[in-house]
């Protein structure tokens, strides 16, 4: 069930004095604990909790053809499911828009910042590329999948192995991993996700906070601060301070987030 | 270096396209509209607001703005299949987001106000062509609204900002730092409902292009008001 009116009301008064629900402040995650090897059949897999918020995200990677316009560059898809076992929210069926609206915001926050080296995964110009598929599945719904699903793609690529390929044959040796990563540029990605709840902005909702928030600008920035992808989603207009203001809070929190990234190995 | 980069088009680096606006293009429908940037041509139709069926999608508590992007299979050079995508769902989500925050919604209970938008020559910003046109159908179906918004894109085309990107920089430009591409949709009154971007682009110069399509969505106002005014003559 949606979060009630009264507890909503609740929140936002609680914020205007700076406090949430759980004690955190309101530019604090939740513990973030990244737990790698959740599937030994994936080329790399990783279990994210944010709180009580988990998702998990594993790689697998295939050969086939280059796109025509980038005939020297690997691909990478990523889907996202929301499962319904993970929330009461969630129903069986084709993906939904907000399924689809993790899907892509994972998978530009990844593209635009150039964090896979594509040009290193080509086998053959024009023939023959690597295809990496990232598939997010939410375990349990806590609020801020956004986060939880861009922290576990970045994690899953970190410690992903590439399967072995047989050039004769022509074939991916599934299950035969190599001791080769897959390339990945210098320094770390991370993605903030600003809501605004009422007048404040915070981070990393629980599902009650995230059910009274009015908006949010989900943003991917690299460590030294540089954004890559950017959307805002929900029905609060923002005004340029405001926006601003958002930016600030999102370059603060980054920290959070990439000393639990650093730790992945 | 910033100072060399001409556009390809001739434009100056805050210069949009021409625009065209006009009213009243789908006679069926309870609105509609054409708004284009150069070679993107958007055109949109409102119809209702109308009962929502089936009966438990309906809300007591306000009507409901459903907004449907599609681009027609021949409006770009590689025919794309036609029907829904997850880039068009996305891309009609955030065009509800844009739309809605100045509409008075409140006023429609249990009623839906379905809003399609067909691209039908595509040619860069498209999104922000739909959302134009999409307000004005809904101005024109005479749907409550407590303002007009405006929507554009700016890019950083290698280190330097420009208004209103086109094909070339939208898709084809890729050297030094790359294109970046910042649709923004702006109410009358400056408050920002739809934002995202693809890219690179640091903080400060995120600011400035900020301002930019800040003063940039007040001559695409300035279109969409004259456009209107037109449909009454």
């Not at chain 2, 949709?185 to 292009?209: P, V």
Request: proline share 4%; with cysteine.
């Amino acid at each position: 069930m949606k979060t009630t009116k009264i507890t909503g009301e609740r929140i936002k008064q609680y914020l205007e004095e700076g406090k949430r629900f759980d004690g955190r402040k309101l530019d604090e995650f939740r513990d973030i604990t990244i737990e790698t090897g959740v599937s030994n059949q994936a080329e790399g897999s990783v279990r994210v909790k944010l709180g009580k918020t988990e998702v998990i995200v594993g790689i697998k990677m295939n050969v086939g053809t280059p796109y025509p316009d980038s005939p020297n560059k690997g691909n990478m898809m990523v889907t996202a499911e929301l499962l319904p076992l993970s929330s009461k929210r969630f129903e069986y069926g084709p993906p939904r828009f907000p399924a689809i609206e993790l899907g892509r915001l994972t998978d530009r926050f990844i593209r635009e910042s150039n964090f896979i080296d594509f040009e290193k995964l080509c086998i053959k110009e024009g023939e023959k590329v690597w295809t990496v598929f990232i598939d997010v599945y939410s375990i349990n719904h806590d609020g801020n999948l956004l986060d939880a699903a861009g922290i576990g793609a970045v994690a899953a690529l970190m410690i992903a192995k590439m399967p072995e390929y047989d050039e004769k044959e022509e074939k991916v040796l599934f299950g035969k991993f190599t001791k080769t990563n897959i390339p990945l540029k210098k320094g770390l990605i991370i993605p903030t996700t600003i809501y605004m709840v009422g007048k404040n902005i915070i981070v990393d909702p629980t599902l009650e906070e995230e059910d009274v928030s009015g908006g949010r600008v989900t943003i991917g920035a690299t460590e030294s601060g540089v954004i890559n992808s950017m959307q805002k989603g929900g029905l609060d207009t923002l005004s340029p301070e405001e926006m601003e203001n958002i930016l600030d809070l999102s370059e603060k929190v980054r920290k959070q987030v990439s000393s639990a990234l650093g730790k992945v190995k | 270096m910033a100072k060399d980069y001409k556009r390809d088009d001739g434009r100056k680096f805050d210069e949009l396209r021409e625009m065209k606006a006009k009213v009243g293009v789908v006679d069926n429908a309870d609105g509609s509209a054409m708004f284009s940037f150069g070679d993107t041509v958007a055109i949109a139709a409102v119809y209702g607001p109308k009962k929502m069926h089936p009966q438990h999608q309906q809300n007591p508590e306000k009507g409901t703005l459903r907004c449907n992007y599609n681009m027609v299979s021949f409006s770009v050079e590689d025919r794309i299949r036609p029907g829904p995508s997850r880039r068009s769902t996305e891309i009609s989500k955030v065009t509800e987001w844009a739309l809605e925050p100045v509409l008075m919604i409140k006023d429609y209970p249990n009623m839906v106000i379905d809003v399609h938008i067909s691209i039908i020559q595509a040619s860069a910003s498209t999104r922000c062509a739909g959302i134009n046109a999409a307000a004005l159908a809904l101005a024109h179906a005479g749907i409550p609204m407590k303002n007009l918004v405006s929507s554009l894109s700016v890019g950083k085309i290698d280190k330097q900002l420009v208004v209103d990107v086109n094909k070339f920089e939208d898709s084809v430009f890729d050297e030094g730092e790359g294109a970046t591409d910042i649709p923004f949709t702006f109410t009358g009154d400056g408050k920002i409902t739809h934002l995202q971007l693809d890219g690179k682009i640091s903080k400060d110069q995120f600011m400035e292009a900020m301002n930019l399509a800040k003063e940039g969505a007040k001559k695409v106002y300035e279109v969409q008001k004259k456009a209107l005014k037109e449909s009454l003559n």
